[in-house]
């Protein structure tokens, strides 16, 4: 089926640098999509999302970015600290479906 | 406010046991979710409650899984006869739901191993 594909990678930054995590999606149906930051031993915690009729939004340090062209999205994380260390999931859904597709995480690490 | 619990936060049981996992939404929210994830993966939907209405059981792995939520509250997932492959992270979220697609809150929760 349908899937949010993004196999479980590491993203090593340093500390004050800005990082990028990826997410590809594979439903063009898709319409929106949201990134959750999941700490050790912790529940999965919303960060931010996005609607399909925008290609940009920012939050508090954050910044998603979507590209429908080729079916892609992305998280900015500014001045990246080490509370940020997490995996961050991307997932997607139809408007008319509250089901959210997973995609697999990307485990952000800080570099002191 | 409190969040999203649930009980216990680890489990061991050996094979072929009856498990329960118990989860106390955020009051108020009338959506309830449950998934399972696996070591390093992401998230696996098993079964929707919204309000009164029959819930949605598309992601029951098997039929050895079921759940329950008595009240428009608190929801109980069992599985039966449990196998080693069960052995998973179980979280539930609740939501508003006032809406479709209102953010998930998760619980911390249920660490299943199955000996």
């Known amino acids: 089926g349908e899937s949010v594909g993004l196999h479980l990678p590491t993203l090593s930054v340093q500390e004050g640098d800005n990082s990028i995590i990826n997410c590809a999606y594979s439903n063009s149906a898709s319409d929106y999509f949201i990134w959750y930051k999941q700490e050790s031993g912790k529940g999965p915690q919303f960060i931010i999302d996005?609607?399909?009729n925008m290609d940009k939004r920012q939050g508090q340090r954050v910044t998603v970015l979507l590209n429908k062209t080729v079916k892609h999205l992305s998280l900015q994380i500014a001045a990246t600290q080490p509370g940020d260390s997490a995996v961050y999931f991307c997932a997607e859904s139809l408007d008319s479906n509250y089901q959210l597709i997973w995609g697999a995480g990307t485990k952000l690490i800080i570099k002191p | 406010g409190a969040g999203v619990s649930q009980s216990p936060s680890n489990k061991v049981t050996e094979k072929g046991k009856d498990v329960e996992l118990r989860c106390d939404p955020i009051s108020g929210h009338t959506a309830l979710y449950w998934y399972r994830q696996s070591l390093g993966q992401g998230l696996e939907f098993l079964i929707y409650?919204?309000?009164?209405?029959?819930?949605?059981k598309s992601g029951l792995p098997s039929d050895r899984f079921s759940a329950e939520r008595t009240g428009g509250s608190v929801s109980t997932l069992t599985i039966q006869r449990t196998q080693q492959e069960d052995s998973a992270v179980y979280l539930c979220a609740s939501s508003l739901a006032s809406r479709l697609q209102e953010t998930q809150y998760f619980g911390p929760g249920t660490r299943l191993l199955v000996l």
């Open positions: 996005i609607r399909s």
């Open positions: 409650f919204q309000g009164n209405s029959a819930p949605d």
